[in-house]
């Protein structure tokens, strides 16, 4: 079957402007993370999606970054008037559940972020 | 302040030269550990979950165990295919489903 998808790969665009990331997790995956990826380090957690709600975006940075699953499936990370230190690899995973010991995440390939 | 850390930051082997790949939390609460294999441009793979301490998992030629303070990854006779880099990560009681994940060691296994 399909797994985690990403579009698009890579995104290149100008301080100041305005960017949407998308995910799609593996059907019928209730859960959905976000993470953000600087070379040489681990992924550090954004925010987690149970169904439609946010259940935890404690870790954005800060407000001009937000996302949505509208559906409770399909994501949309957006970032507004990016700066250069958001260039990083942004990771999207989803899991059939959040809880009960089944947290088995299944990562996308990511999308290249660059700030010029 | 919890934290994640793994050692070596790399590690280059022969193959069939085993060694262990060591990952050190400190947390107020674990729920549990998780590794995963990353290869370049890709995005993590899970590997293992261990959940409380003297816990062992195995696929391979790899082998996960846990104590109350740090996981180690076995790799007996490794092959250039093991070549990625190792994450580790971990739930923590009280926050949800916030992973914190180490910086990863960059394995490299030579023919």
């Known amino acids: 079957g399909a797994g985690v998808s990403q579009t698009p790969s890579n995104k290149v665009t100008e301080k100041g402007k305005y960017v949407e990331l998308r995910c799609d997790p593996i059907?019928?995956?209730?859960?959905l993370y976000w993470y953000r990826q600087s070379l040489g380090q681990g992924p550090e957690f954004l925010i987690y999606f149970q169904g439609t709600g946010a259940a935890d975006d404690s870790g954005l940075p800060n407000d001009r970054f937000f996302a949505v699953r509208p559906e409770g499936s399909v994501s949309t990370l957006k970032i507004q008037r990016t700066e250069r230190g958001d260039s990083a690899v942004y990771l999207c995973?989803?899991?059939?559940?959040?809880?009960?010991?089944?947290?088995?995440?299944?990562f996308g390939p990511g999308t290249r972020l660059t700030v010029l | 302040e919890d934290q994640v850390t793994q050692s070596p930051e790399a590690l280059r082997l022969q193959e069939g030269e085993s060694s262990s790949l060591n990952c050190s939390y400190t947390v107020s609460g674990l729920r549990g550990l998780f590794w995963y294999r990353q290869d370049p441009g890709k995005g993590p793979e899970f590997l293992f979950t261990l959940y409380s301490a003297g816990e062992e998992k195995e696929k391979e030629r790899l082998k996960a165990t846990l104590t109350k303070k740090e996981s180690f990854l076995h790799i007996t006779a490794p092959k250039p295919e093991d070549s990625a880099t190792y994450l580790c990560a971990v739930l923590r009681q009280g926050y949800g489903q916030n992973f914190v994940f180490g910086p990863g060691t960059r394995l490299s296994v030579l023919p």
């Open positions: 059907s019928g995956h209730t859960a």
């Open positions: 995973a989803s899991s059939r559940t959040s809880g009960g010991g089944h947290n088995e995440q299944f």
